[in-house]
């Protein structure tokens, strides 16, 4: 008794499971799904979509979903583009709202755009409620040499034809600070950029920033400026540091030159005088010579050293006396 419910457990969970394969492998609820829903799929082909490891869901509840609003989709373009790694349903949305829009969008351009990498769904949304994008502070110095430091908005719109090969959003920010800094650097003062930030705004626009790129420029609002550092007047004062360190570096070299003259002085004036000692060594020489050769004679001799002694007696005479001195010598004590 055991072994006979046994065998018909085991028959009934191998038809549970034989029932399961086969419901798993012939959708029924799909097709019947599909049938009431006008879409035109057999059995066979959603069997063959098992196989070629395309889920029926994704590929029955596009189709539709496109059908019941008025699109015209086949099976096969949507198959190749799952395989082709496509992101099916994104697709499907994407032409429902462009087709809702009354925008011009097909379904192979839809398919390129969802294989470039974008997301095609978030791009027909943004065709038809424009993004704002905030640039970063952009720094620039009018021609007075004051720096200001503005802000923008960034309104645009995604052009469908360009977003396959288009720039993205870094492109846009990198175009808009560069027309910002190229509109304040042409500005006479600061003064006049901040009485008419809207200048800005039209000098960049009409420079066609959005050429090549994957949206299209609305508009842009300076959000805000400020004031930030003189940046002439701090030029003007590296200047004149670098000028005064050129003058003293010039006024240091011709102090040592003035040094090195000086101490060439010293040292030719050391010559000179050590040339006149050694002239006034040969004089005794001289002497002793003119007394053994009889030229000169004791009396002239002393009046030499008379005439020497008047010399050196009108020389200390002469000389300037030092500071606190006596001059009276001994009649000064009394």
Do not use: C
Not at 17 to 30: E, K, Q
Not at 113 to 132: C, E, H, T, Y
Not at 217 to 226: G, P, Q, R, V, W
Not at 267 to 289: S, T, Y
């Amino acid at each position: 008794m055991e072994g006979t419910v046994f065998v018909f457990l085991a028959i009934g969970i191998a038809s549970l499971f034989g029932l399961w394969v086969i419901f798993y492998f012939i959708p029924v609820g799909l097709w019947f799904s599909a049938l009431v829903s006008g879409v035109k799929i057999s059995l066979i082909q959603l069997v063959l979509m098992r196989w070629r490891k395309i889920p029926p869901s994704v590929i029955v509840n596009s189709l539709i979903a496109g059908t019941k609003a008025g699109l015209k989709l086949t099976r096969n373009d949507m198959e190749a583009h799952f395989l082709a790694g496509g992101r099916v349903q994104s697709v499907v949305n994407a032409l429902i709202s462009a087709e809702k829009a009354n925008m011009s969008l097909d379904f192979k351009t839809a398919t390129a755009i969802d294989l470039a990498g974008r997301d095609v769904f978030q791009a027909v949304q943004m065709s038809v409620n424009p993004k704002v994008i905030d640039t970063p502070p952009v720094t620039a110095v009018a021609k007075d040499g004051i720096q200001l430091v503005a802000k923008a908005r960034v309104t645009v719109r995604a052009n469908i034809r360009q977003l396959v090969g288009g720039a993205g959003e870094e492109t846009i920010l990198a175009r808009v600070g560069e027309g910002i800094v190229s509109s304040i650097g042409s500005a006479p003062s600061h003064k006049i950029v901040l009485e008419n930030p809207d200048s800005i705004s039209k000098l960049v626009l009409d420079k066609g920033l959005d050429s090549g790129t994957a949206f299209e420029i609305l508009s842009i609002d300076i959000a805000d400026i400020d004031v930030g550092k003189n940046i002439g007047a701090v030029l003007q004062m590296d200047q004149a540091n670098a000028d005064k360190n050129i003058a003293q570096a010039k006024a240091e070299e011709r102090r040592a030159m003035a040094v090195a003259h000086e101490q060439e002085m010293k040292a030719k004036a050391q010559e000179a005088r050590a040339m006149v000692i050694q002239a006034e060594a040969q004089i005794p020489l001289a002497m002793a010579e003119a007394f053994r050769s009889g030229n000169m004679g004791i009396m002239d001799y002393y009046k030499f050293q008379n005439i020497k002694a008047d010399t050196q007696m009108r020389e200390s005479i002469a000389a300037p006396q030092k500071p606190g001195a006596n001059k009276g010598g001994d009649l000064t004590k009394e």
